[in-house]
């Protein structure tokens, strides 16, 4: 409930579904009145597309193609701070390996 | 080595990007090898493929070791590599064709006579997922724009000798790639 109440102030509805998530999302587009969606055609399985749609008859679902994916290439400046510092944190890994390495280690482990 | 270097990351980040590929000699020949059980020895390259999660993004860098002095052959096949990353590099700015990226370091290694040594592609994006939209490949025919963080890492693996791969991240600006690690 708290994160439902979080996340409605930064303008985003939670909803959380308790066993047919295929029924529960159909639910939810009906409830918008929606006559066409949007649906990930590289990550949703046929059989996954199969159960949604037996609850849309009436609505249109339609393939989009790495539609989110092309929205993520472009980083902003908040994505850009938390990649950088993972940079950082690899680059120490190998000032650390560096430091370290000698003849007869093995690839996987010290021992 | 590849348990520690997993071990280093997880004390600083949540996680590791994907399991650290740590290959010796002949393993790394290999573009994707799967870390094993050889030994480091002081006449063979030591490539190292590392990366890291922090707040779920990913980062992802590849570097060679070598223990002695590195032999003529060595070096030549490792300043190819380094070229052909510089070369790609100064291209990078928004509205570049990716696949001329692409094309600037693969050309170099072409013309170099080891064209059938660098068979992936020359990069990626990375992101929430260690590999992301775009593509860095010769088929790519969209542009660069500013914000996108790719990979560069060509590469020359002549089988049952050794690989050379070099990666490093980059951000695109508008009239240049900002390289992110500091090694390159």
Known sequence: ???????????IDLAIYEYDIFRFIANRIKGLLLKKVGFESTHLSYQEFSELKKHLKNVELIPTFLLIEKLRMIKDSQ????????????????????????EGLTENSWL | MALEAEKFIKLKAEDIAFPPIIAVGKNSSYPHYKTGEAKIRRKEVVLIDLGSKYYGYCSDLTRVFFLSKMPHYLKKIIDIVRKAKELSLKKI?????????????????EKKGLGKFFRHSLGHGVGLEVHECPGINPKNEEVLKEGMVITIEPAIYL????????????LVKNNRGEILDEYS
């Open chain 1, 1 to 11: 409930m708290e994160a439902k109440k979080r996340t409605k102030k930064l303008g």
């Open chain 2, 93 to 109: 700015k928004e509205g570049v064709k990716i696949k001329e990226i692409d094309r600037t370091a693969r050309n170099y290694i």
């Open chain 2, 159 to 170: 089988p049952d000798k050794f690989g050379i791969r070099e990666e490093t991240m980059v």
């Open chain 1, 79 to 102: 994505e850009l701070s938390l990649i950088k510092k993972g940079v950082s944190i690899t680059e120490e890994a190998f000032s650390f390996l560096e430091s370290t390495i000698y």
